[in-house]
């Protein structure tokens, strides 16, 4: 297995100022892996995504990527970061490009490939996400869940070996989530190598290979999504797993009586 | 005879006298506009630096400009410096430097705000695209801040246009001047003259300020 590891981060530690807010973690990503990284709020998720790709450096540890060191600032990181393919909460898209331009930018700007090869490319990427006909509207034009498949599309063009995802549908309306998530399930099932952030719970127990909840700075537990969800091991997984469900409150039975006699 | 002011303006070259007037407000304006946008662009992004010093530095000499009413920066450059170092400034050279330094203040202030409103991710999304800081700027930053700027530039350019009419107090003839001396000289053939001097002068500044201003506008709403 030792040659399959893709992404491999260890001994990370992230201070901002005082507060730490990773503090020592080591985990590896195999190729084809689908990692989804659970946790509470403000425990460090989007830190661990954006110090993988250089955008924050750690104040300690090592992030390889195919056994070569991830190191924020310098030349090396741009070329690296073509590997990495990110995507974020809020839509990122570039405003002032349509979304055929803000898919190829990078592609013919960064990696210097022909305008044609790179345009042929993202328009069969948007015709897989359904989005073909919006190749010359502005992202403006857009709802959030073709934004963020847009983002999608535009990470995919680059023809990363990994792609990170940060809690992309966070900011949209319920029913444009499960377009975006279908992307995301399409491409696990491709065999791409991903590390996801999400709060849906479902999808992730669908789509991880592992979970890896994430606590206090540190890795709380590591599992298979069915023995997280059915059979956390730890209290704290425990208790966050409660926060998503809801019990049936019982109602009091004046309140059932007046409400069948209005009736 | 009739009063009919009107009549002023067709004597002997008193509406030529009028345009040329109108000319040298333009002239001192102008120059001071395309100095002031090159200089506010740099100032602008000096203002940007993390820098504490520079950071002082921008702020005191934008609030310097800000405080300081433009007629008392002319009579400063005009009278002051004339005066303390033995420079002879010409009145129009005094006016084209004041209204270049307060264009540049106020267009680095614009071009300031311009670069800050680009939201954090937008630089974070080029970077995760394996984009340089160079490639950034150019190809992601840049763009957004010219549509922003480009309307705001051309306010500047008009409220520049218009507060030239000061130079006037530093013994310019510009155009209010012009009309001044008009109506002074025909005082008695004609009492109502500066109804129609002044009248003919709002009309200039009305073309010469509204094509700029409606295509701000214009601007402003291809590009919301
Ligand atoms: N640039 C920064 N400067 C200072 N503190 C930061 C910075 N970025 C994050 N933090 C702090 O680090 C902690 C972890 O933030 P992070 O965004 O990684 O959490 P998260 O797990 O992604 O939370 P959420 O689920 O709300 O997105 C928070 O307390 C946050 O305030
Ligand atoms: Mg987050």
Known sequence: MEESIQLQVS????????ETVLNGIDLDVHKGEVVVVLGPSGCGKSTL????????????????????????????ITKQRQKIGMVFQSYDLFPHKNILDNITL???KVQKRAKGEVEQQAEKLLKRVGLWEKRKAYPRELSGGQK??????????????VMLFDE?????????????????????????????VTHEMQFARAIADRILFLDGGGIVEEAPPEQFFTNPKTQRAKDFLQTFTYEKRNKIPSEIESFERRN | MPDSGINVLFLGKNFLRLLEGLWVTMRISLIAVILSIPLGILFGMFMTLKNPITRTLSRVYLEFIRIMPQLVLLFIAYFGVTRAF????????????????????????????????????????????????????????????MRR?????????????????????????EVLKVGKQIIDANRFDYPTAALWVYGVIFALYFLACWPISSLAKKLEQRWR
């Open chain 1, 11 to 18: 001994g990370l530690k992230k201070k901002f100022g005082a």
């Open chain 1, 49 to 76: 995504l954006r110090c993988m790709n250089g955008l924050e450096a750690p104040t300690e540890g090592i992030i390889c990527l195919d056994g070569a060191a991830i190191t924020s600032g310098g030349k090396n």
């Open chain 1, 106 to 108: 990078a592609p013919v």
């Open chain 1, 148 to 161: 963020q498949r847009v983002a999608i599309v535009r990470a995919l063009c680059m023809n990363p070996e």
């Open chain 1, 168 to 196: 992309v549908t966070a900011a949209l309306d319920p029913e444009m989530v499960r377009e975006v998530l279908d992307v995301m399930l399409e491409l696990a099932g491709q065999g791409m190598t991903m590390v996801i």
């Open chain 2, 86 to 145: 033995g420079w002879n400034l010409s009145a129009e050279l005094s006016a084209v430097l004041v209204f270049t330094l307060w264009g540049t203040a106020e267009m680095g202030d614009l071009v300031r705000g311009a670069l800050i409103s680009i939201p954090k991710h937008q630089y974070d999304s080029a970077a995760a695209l394996g984009m340089t800081k160079a490639q950034t700027f150019v190809f992601i930053i840049v763009p957004q801040t």
């Open chain 2, 149 to 173: 700027l480009i309307p705001l530039t051309i306010n500047l350019t008009t409220r520049m246009i218009k507060t030239t009419s000061l130079v006037v107090l530093i013994g310019i003839t």
